[in-house]
């Protein structure tokens, strides 16, 4: 039996007991189950809400629970009586406005947070502690010019109970709980005395042992491996989810497999994040990567670095620079595979109303944390994060500052690996290209020499060309139609050979000329020669670089840019 309790609890009854606060604001992960069995119940695991109250029940408290749909009640019976007697002896009235309180709180909002605050200030043996469930509704992170009058009514009376020294002495507590802080009013959330807890998403043990606990008590559910990968395996999802996993494989007759938990992860993420994040499994790893020598051999020990387990060898993030179609996304695709980490993609970041934007984040830095060990991957990242301004809005500084912070977070170093890809690079903001972030620069470039035949060859051969049978002079002459040929051009000409063959006009070696001069790849080579020169510039390896660009200098470089 675990007798462990919740990390976030833990925090809470630090605060409280150190009388720094009885006022918190639960967020995060609090529609969830919880381990219960440390309270001696019936139930092993309880939802949140209902733990938080046992528990207070259990400590002497009286819990009681409020939300805009149910309105106001009380843990049982016998705290429902001993506060309605001693409701009417302090304010001398009778039981039947008791009642009618209880009864107009679940319409009347600015009445029943008045009727809680006075419940709160009554002389009882066991302090009243209240839990006001979607917070978020009551006190709406609303622009002050577009809140309506009972909007700012419930607000004002929530600073006033908030701010009420008699409360502060008072030895119950307050919980506002919320799915996200950002979804709070900033005249709540911000109040010194307000301290926000986060419900973190079930950490590996936690998982392990539910997993464990509900293999015990369901005869009938096959585990297709053991919990202990199972618990790897489901990492960013909620106990709750995970029961309703098993739940379902076993009306399936089906065992929980691992691609039955990434498709249930990804179905869950949509579901509560929207598409803001994205978890892959890689079909290819970098044995599958052709060419890239120097770049897989530096690839390789950065690999070797993160299985050591010391955060201060591992990378916080690498920036991926590269001309357009040289296969960044492929390569380091591959790569974060052979790491045998998740792959996470991240999109989508900037909502389109009012508080929406540090919402997602928040939500999304909760999912990353919870998953531990992963890539996470940012496409196109100087469109999603480039160079503030002073016409930069202040939605999007704090989208980056919240980045920034995550990213230089101690605790998130060797656990959550970023990799920031463009052929942009000049256009990132300097702060995320700096030591302690996306530090590490290892661009990919176009293959040359031996890389280049190997990548040649291998194109070809996907189109069932073997480059060996070509004659001499066929290969001179594809070799200066292919001159500026990015990887992606040589992907596109062996599809093309592939759509001729299955129309019949079967491409032999010798054919191979002569479907090249028909072919007319978009002429991008002066923009990809930009991009090149920019991968050069944000390079952190010279081994890694080809031979043709090792003699230019930076000042060589920055001219060529200049006029280009």
Not at 72 to 96: G, I, Q, S, W
Not at 98 to 125: G, M, V, Y
Not at 126 to 152: C, N, Q, W
Not at 310 to 323: F, T, Y
Request: aromatic residues 6%; proline residues 4%; contains cysteine.
């Amino acid at each position: 039996m675990s007798e462990a309790i919740p990390g976030f609890l833990e925090r809470m009854n630090a605060v409280f007991a150190s009388e720094r606060s009885n006022q918190f604001l639960l967020v995060g992960n609090i529609h969830d189950l919880v381990d219960a069995r440390s309270l001696g119940g019936t139930e092993a695991f309880l939802p949140v809400i209902n733990f938080l109250l046992a528990r207070l029940a259990s400590r002497d408290h009286t819990p009681i629970r409020y939300d805009i749909g149910q309105g106001l009640r009380f843990y049982n019976a016998k705290d429902e009586r001993m506060c309605r007697k001693a409701f009417v002896k302090h304010t001398h009235a009778d039981e039947n406005l008791f009642n009618s309180l209880i009864t107009r709180s679940r319409s009347d909002q600015a009445c029943a947070l008045q009727f809680l605050a006075e419940l709160c200030q009554l002389p009882l043996k066991k302090p009243v502690s209240v839990v006001i469930e979607y917070a978020e509704l009551l006190f709406p992170a609303t622009d002050a010019a577009h809140m309506h009058d009972g909007d700012r009514r419930r607000l004002a009376l929530m600073r006033d109970w908030l701010g009420d020294p008699r409360f502060h002495a008072h030895r119950g507590a307050l919980f506002l709980v919320a799915e996200t802080a950002a979804s709070i009013h900033q005249h709540i959330r911000t109040m010194p005395q307000v301290m926000c807890i986060d419900v973190p998403l079930p950490d590996q043990r936690e998982r392990l042992e539910f997993i464990q606990w509900i293999q015990i008590n369901d005869e009938q559910l096959h585990l297709g491996d053991t919990p202990e990968r199972l618990a790897t395996f489901t990492a960013g999802m909620s106990l709750t989810d995970i029961r309703s996993l098993c739940r379902d494989a076993r009306w399936a007759k089906e065992s929980v497999s691992r691609s039955r938990i990434l498709a249930e992860v990804n179905r869950l993420l949509a579901a509560r994040i929207g598409d803001h994040i994205e978890l892959v499994e890689p079909s290819h790893n970098l044995n599958d990567v052709i060419g890239q020598s120097a770049l897989k051999i530096e690839l390789e020990k950065q690999q070797q670095l993160m299985d050591l387990d010391d955060s201060q060898l591992s990378p916080v993030g690498i920036l991926v620079a590269g001309p357009n179609g040289a296969g960044k996304t492929y390569i380091y695709s591959a790569w974060a595979a052979s790491c045998n980490r998740l792959v996470v993609h991240l999109k989508n970041l900037r909502g389109s109303y009012y508080g929406e934007t540090d919402r997602i984040f928040e939500q999304v830095r909760g999912v990353l944390e919870a998953l531990g060990k992963v890539i996470v991957f940012i496409d196109e990242a100087d469109t999603q994060f480039g160079k503030p301004d002073d016409q930069t809005h202040e939605t999007e500084a704090r989208l980056f500052g919240s980045l920034i912070n995550m990213m230089g977070d101690p605790h998130n170093r060797g656990r959550i690996i970023w990799v920031l890809l463009t052929s942009r690079p000049e256009r990132l903001a300097p702060d995320l290209k700096r030591s302690g972030r996306a530090g590490l620069h290892l661009p990919v470039f176009d293959p040359e020499g031996k890389d280049r035949d190997a990548f040649i060859r291998h194109a070809l051969a996907q189109a069932n060309i073997d480059i060996d049978g070509i004659p001499a002079d066929s290969r001179v002459l594809i070799n200066q139609r292919t001159a500026h040929f990015a990887p992606a051009d040589f992907n596109e000409l062996a599809q093309y050979i592939r759509a001729e063959n299955a129309l019949g006009h079967v491409i032999n070696n010798n054919m191979l000329v002569g479907l090249l001069e028909n072919m007319r790849p978009v002429d991008i080579a002066s923009q990809r020669r930009v991009q090149t020169l920019q991968a050069l510039l944000h390079c952190s390896r010279n081994n890694i670089i080809p031979e043709s660009l090792r003699e230019l200098n930076r000042e060589g470089i920055e001219l060529e840019l200049e006029h280009s």
